[in-house]
């Protein structure tokens, strides 16, 4: 599965903005999907996961509220939608993929998933 993130740019504070991760390759279908994000000098993090059997979504709590993720699967494609961004979310974003074997899987670990996008730019200014 190849990976394409999309979407990121210069935003002001408040505003919103989506994310794209398009898949290639192979169909999406029984993957689930996350994305992470990495900001400057720090580790990367868990930002959001959706299952692929039953859509059951997971977000990091600080974000709660703030981002949604979800997917188009006649597309092949997963979103994140971005609202009421702030500086603090300034960070590389990464989309990831990994088979959804099911509710023992840590979907919020970076090393649960095994396909990655190369990360899109996501800058907010104040």
């Known amino acids: 599965v190849q990976l394409q993130a999309s979407g990121g740019g210069l935003v002001q504070a408040g505003n919103s903005l989506r994310l794209s991760c398009a898949a290639s390759?192979?169909?999406?279908?029984?993957?689930?999907m996350g994305w992470f994000r990495q900001p400057p000098g720090k580790e990367r993090e868990f930002v959001a996961a959706?299952?692929?059997?039953?859509?059951?979504?997971y977000y990091a709590d600080s974000l709660k509220g703030r981002f949604t993720i979800s997917r188009d699967n006649a597309k092949n494609t997963v979103y994140l939608e971005m609202n009421s961004l702030k500086p603090e979310d300034t960070a590389v974003y990464y989309c990831?993929?990994?088979?959804?074997?099911?509710?023992?899987?840590?979907?919020?670990?970076?090393?649960?998933?095994?396909?990655w996008g190369q990360g899109t730019l996501v800058t907010v200014s104040s």
């Open positions: 390759g192979r169909s999406l279908r029984s993957y689930a």
């Open positions: 990831a993929a990994t088979v959804d074997y099911g509710l023992g899987q840590d979907l919020k670990g970076l090393y649960e998933y095994d396909y």
């Open positions: 959706m299952r692929w059997f039953g859509g059951r979504t």
